[in-house]
């Protein structure tokens, strides 16, 4: 099968793999332990949490958790004030801030524009001073656009508020500007291990804590590490930095490739010039990219996020750039990276070309 779904995860790196295996044999220790083996865990933990952190911005710490999910929960409701974001934001920000409406805190959800991207006047107005949290992501996870963080940020600190940021699909491949406070990031997004995230929170920032118990985690998170997945976070987040050039190289040349031969029957979604070369958001009117999807059995890609893929319903998303309904059911996703062959590409493109034509053909 050649895998295009990059956005939804991503494939282990064998080096991230082979560094877990002996935390599943002999070196099982409790990392919350006093004795040996207990400390050993330890400190492959903390040499873990020194990769993680390379990659992002200095000055504060890193907590790791269950995942992105958890990350941003424990971002929105460990704050406080009122809350600003973006519609285009991942289900677990905006369900989060709903859930924190919903308990009295004000929110405002902002509009973006028919290319994904924030309307920098619109979003002043909304960041008024006493706004106790913004929260915006880096690359979008659906349609590949990068937001004006650094901006943003900026203005939540003119207005008193804290900037979070969900980096979970830009961490070691689109630089997290240094202004931000809050950063949730996910290790397999970037061929690491699912089931572990992490939240850097910025020194001098305080969040109440979303899970309670031993405390045993930095910042009050509760739960005993494991450590095999913070050494396969580690390692993963190691690679980003030193493939940093070459992976960024590949996915310009796989880019090419892909918007080259799919040609103009397909229309890219969201903004052409501010975006990530990893994601590859298009449509093609009359298309049913449910039927595409499941019909191209050796080809493993999405309409979109892999959260909502039961649901039924358009995405979001797409819906909040102004798409119709029959447009967004006409959408799919391509995510490619590090372990996508140009051979692959050209294949899958194939694919979806003739799969596309024969789909068109019947329904006239």
């Not at 006093?34 to 903390?46: D, L, S, T, V």
């Not at 958001?281 to 909502?308: H, K, T």
């Not at 692959?344 to 068109?360: C, G, P, S, V």
Request: hydrophobic share 45%.
């Amino acid at each position: 099968m050649i895998y295009l779904d990059y956005q939804a995860s991503t494939p282990i790196a064998p080096e991230a793999r082979e560094a877990m295996l002996p935390y599943l044999g002999d070196r099982f220790g409790n990392p919350h332990s006093p004795h040996r083996m207990g400390r050993e865990a330890a400190a492959a933990i903390e040499v873990a949490r020194e990769q993680v952190g390379e990659l992002l911005p200095r000055g504060g710490r890193i907590a790791f958790t269950s995942g992105a999910t958890e990350a941003l929960n424990w971002a929105i409701k460990g704050s406080a004030g009122p809350i600003v974001t973006l519609a285009t934001e991942h289900a677990a920000v905006l369900d989060s801030v709903r859930a924190a409406g919903r308990a009295g805190r004000d929110i405002r959800i902002l509009p973006v524009g028919n290319d994904g991207l924030i309307d920098l006047a619109v979003a002043r107005e909304a960041i008024r001073p006493g706004t106790g949290l913004v929260a915006a992501m880096l690359v979008n996870n659906e349609i590949g656009v990068i937001q004006p963080i650094w901006q943003l940020a900026d203005m939540a600190h003119d207005a008193g508020a804290v900037f979070l940021c969900d980096a979970v699909q830009g961490y070691g491949r689109v630089p997290i500007p240094d202004n931000v406070d809050l950063v949730a990031i996910s290790a397999h997004k970037i061929h690491g291990p699912k089931g572990i995230g992490a939240l850097w929170v910025r020194n001098g920032v305080t969040i109440e804590p979303l899970i309670h118990g031993g405390g045993q985690e930095a910042l009050g998170r509760s739960g005993s590490l494991a450590p095999m997945l913070c050494v396969g976070f580690g390692v993963a987040a190691a690679l980003m930095d030193e493939r940093r050039d070459s992976d960024a190289a590949h996915l310009d040349r796989l880019w090419r490739t892909a918007t080259h031969r799919l040609g103009p029957e397909w229309t890219i979604n969201g903004s052409f010039a501010h975006r990530y070369h990893g994601n590859l958001n298009l449509r093609s009117d009359g298309v049913d990219a449910a039927r595409l999807i499941s019909g191209l059995r050796e080809l493993a890609f999405s309409a979109g996020s892999a959260c909502a893929s039961g649901s039924g319903r358009p995405s979001h998303v797409l819906k909040a750039i102004g798409l119709s309904d029959a447009e967004a059911r006409s959408s799919i996703r391509l995510g490619f990276g590090r372990y996508t062959s140009e051979e692959d590409i050209e294949r899958a493109t194939t694919m979806i070309f003739e799969a596309t034509e024969k789909q068109l053909m019947w329904a006239v």
